[in-house]
């Protein structure tokens, strides 16, 4: 088999695998796997919100792929995703309540960068672990997301008064802040579509060009492959690791 016909049945292969799978164990509960298929389908794809709301929860999942992504290419198993996720979520929505009047487009900014920083840090202390001292990255980003969870849940019940609606949840962020848009809500029928998706898009296309066109994509790919090797050649394994 080709290489890049492996690339696209691998994928196939493993959701047709994953519906069996879930069709059987429906099956051994005394369930009706095609109905329940049937409405699963139906509800996702059989009108315009429900497709909204796909792309929805794409967008987070899209960028929070990448992220593994580029971790794997390096030879490493990012298991911190969720936590790393968590950090930029909690400090972006911190600094949107925290600045109710600034302007959207640059609040937008704000909140992109912000959690690009908060997420990278969280993520940058398993790489440096593993770099200086040889730690397994998959033990320390498991342990890093319940780090990341608890004082995170500290850090909303520190926040001021004026922010929270609860105890455990906070005010909506202001219409500066959200990442929804009239147009598209009313183009996939009232879903919660946002301009999220357009974002996880952009950052595909710059992670492929980062990997496969710049050095330091091939660096990340030489480490990866074979980080003695890289080094050799003037590499920093250390370095491609933290980053």
């Known amino acids: 088999m080709s290489k890049k016909l492996q690339q696209i049945s691998v994928p ?18 005394g369930y ?10 139906y509800t996702a794809f059989g009108s315009l919100r429900g497709i909204g709301e796909i792309f929805r929860a794409m967008g987070p999942l ?26 930029g979520w909690i400090l972006s929505g911190w600094f949107a309540l925290s600045h109710p009047d600034m302007p959207r487009p640059l609040m937008i900014l704000a909140t992109i960068v912000i959690a690009l920083i ?13 770099a200086y001292l040889g730690t397994s990255e998959v033990i320390v980003t498991i342990m890093m997301n319940y780090i990341v969870l608890y004082v995170g849940n500290a850090f909303i019940h520190a926040f001021p008064k004026d922010f929270m609606q609860s105890t455990d949840s906070t005010i909506r962020v202001g219409a500066n802040a959200t990442y929804q848009t ?12 946002n301009i ?44 491609t690791i933290i980053l």
């Open 12 to 29: 196939l292969i493993s959701v047709f695998l994953g519906i069996l799978l879930g069709a059987i164990v429906m099956w051994i509960f």
């Open 32 to 41: 009706d796997a095609i109905w329940g298929y049937e409405e699963l389908f």
């Open 62 to 87: 899209v960028l929070i792929g990448l992220g593994f992504a580029v971790a794997s290419r390096a030879g490493f198993f990012n298991v911190g995703l969720p936590g790393q996720a968590l950090a």
């Open 118 to 130: 908060a997420g990278g840090i969280v993520g940058a202390i398993p790489g440096i672990l593993r």
């Open 182 to 193: 009239p147009w598209l809500s009313e183009l996939t029928g009232n879903s919660r579509m």
């Open 196 to 239: 999220g998706i357009f974002f996880a898009i952009i950052a595909v296309a710059v992670i492929w060009f980062m990997l496969k066109k710049t050095t330091l994509g091939f660096e990340i790919r030489a480490v990866g492959l074979n980080p003695h090797a890289s080094e050799y050649a003037g590499i920093s394994a250390k370095r």
